[in-house]
């Protein structure tokens, strides 16, 4: 396909665990250009290496003036680039000083600590769950608790306030909000997180991310609301949507299921091959540059001021593995897209790994049984969401 050649950004499935349909053909010959339904030209990439150049290269900035899929019809920017403590919207030595503090609280060592109280959250809501007895709904039961729980926790966020965060995280995802909406959420969790965050300053502890984040660093009361807010948005909904994914792609692969049945311990490894292969198969344009200079990928000229959404079906390319189509529960983990790459990588991705693979061994050795009450085409799913996954997974053991 040409520049010139522009086609609709695709959307529609035939199945819900499938890439939209025509979407591997139309970005399969390398960078193309699609439409977005607000009028926005981006070119896709959806190569394995050409991700991870763009994904890495500074001459693509995520300094870019709201993205495409987060902008109304009318191209009004929903995501102020300005907004201070918007990590996800600079570049370089700022983007840096803000990122490297929260870093020291997802490191390995801090989740490897934060294990035994997430498995403590998972057995107490598989508890209820199976209390209640069958039929149940995964998402409620389990996977949106589960990370909305642990993120808070380890925020520092009081208990009182949690419900509240879990609520309103979903909402600050929409794809669909105005502006307007956008911020009066924002405004509701800044409102409680403010004193909380004035109460640790005084307090001087930094046993917790929001005490860390008031007391060793240099962040202003504006920096560190907005950071606490995407973190604890950020930590709710992407770790939700996954853990139900990664079932219902089990659901659909019984012979894969089998394996984890049979060897729960490598549950580390699964995790990362359904993270592979589930972005993978989301397919889509996802993660969205400006360049600032020319640049060439995969042979195509990019030029400057042009927008570059990659495409993480770049998971299923034959050059990341063998067989990158299928999903294999055996494969040694690769170093696949699951959790970005480049210098935006995601800052929790330790943390995801740890709820995901607690929760998804927990969940089949609890009910090894399980299954679900209707088929899996069958069920809702969200597309309005950055993030997609189920609206509801009713199972029965």
């Given amino acids: 396909m040409t520049e010139t050649a522009v086609c609709p950004v695709l959307h529609e499935r035939d199945h819900p665990l499938q890439p939209p349909v025509g979407f591997p053909e139309a970005v399969g010959d390398g960078p193309v250009k699609m439409l977005w339904p607000n009028g926005v030209e981006a070119w896709i ?5 050409g991700v991870r150049q763009v994904l890495s290269d500074a001459r693509f900035s995520t300094r870019k003036g709201g993205q495409p899929e987060m902008r109304t019809d009318e191209g009004e920017t929903v995501l102020d680039p300005d907004q201070p403590g918007n990590i996800n919207g600079i570049d370089g030595a700022e983007h840096m ?15 490897n600590e934060l294990r035994p109280r997430i498995q403590q959250i998972v057995d107490e809501h598989l508890d209820v769950m199976e209390a209640k007895g069958a039929p149940a709904d995964l998402v409620t039961s389990l996977c949106l608790p589960l990370p909305s729980l642990v993120i808070a926790e380890l925020l520092g966020v009081p208990p009182e306030h949690q419900e509240l965060f879990q609520a309103t995280a979903g909402d600050l995802f929409g794809k669909n909000g105005s502006k307007d909406e956008y911020l009066a959420h924002a405004t509701k969790l800044a409102e409680v997180l403010a004193p909380i965050v004035a109460e640790k300053k005084a307090a001087g502890t930094n046993d917790d ?14 920096e560190l609301i907005f950071l606490c807010i995407g973190l604890l948005a950020a930590g709710h909904e992407t770790t939700s949507n996954f853990l139900g994914l990664f079932t219902l792609h089990l659901f659909e692969k019984p012979d894969q299921l089998e394996i984890l049945r049979r060897d729960p311990s490598r549950a580390d490894v699964m995790v990362e091959e359904l993270m592979r292969y589930t ?16 640049v060439e990928v995969d042979g195509v000229l990019i030029k400057a001021g042009d927008w570059v959404s990659v495409s993480l079906i770049a998971n299923l390319d034959e050059e990341l593995c063998p067989r990158a189509e299928e999903l294999d529960l055996e494969r040694d983990a690769v170093s696949h897209l699951g959790f970005g790459f480049g210098p935006h990588q995601c800052l929790g991705a330790n943390l995801a790994r740890a709820e995901l693979q607690i929760g998804l061994r927990s969940l089949f050795e609890r009910f090894p049984n399980l299954r679900p009450a209707v088929p899996v085409t069958e069920m809702d799913y969200r597309d309005d969401m950055i993030t997609y996954g189920a609206a509801e997974i009713p199972v029965v053991w």
Avoid: C, H, W
Wanted: aromatic share 6%; proline share 2%; charged share 25%.
């Fill in 45 to 49: 990439v959806s190569s394995y290496a």
């Fill in 97 to 111: 000083r803000l990122r490297r503090p929260l870093s020291r609280g997802f490191m390995v060592k801090r989740m």
């Fill in 209 to 222: 991310m929001i005490g860390l984040m008031a007391n060793d660093t240099d962040f202003s009361m504006d």
């Fill in 279 to 294: 972005v993978g198969q989301l397919g889509g344009a996802g993660l969205t540059r400006r360049a600032t200079e020319d």
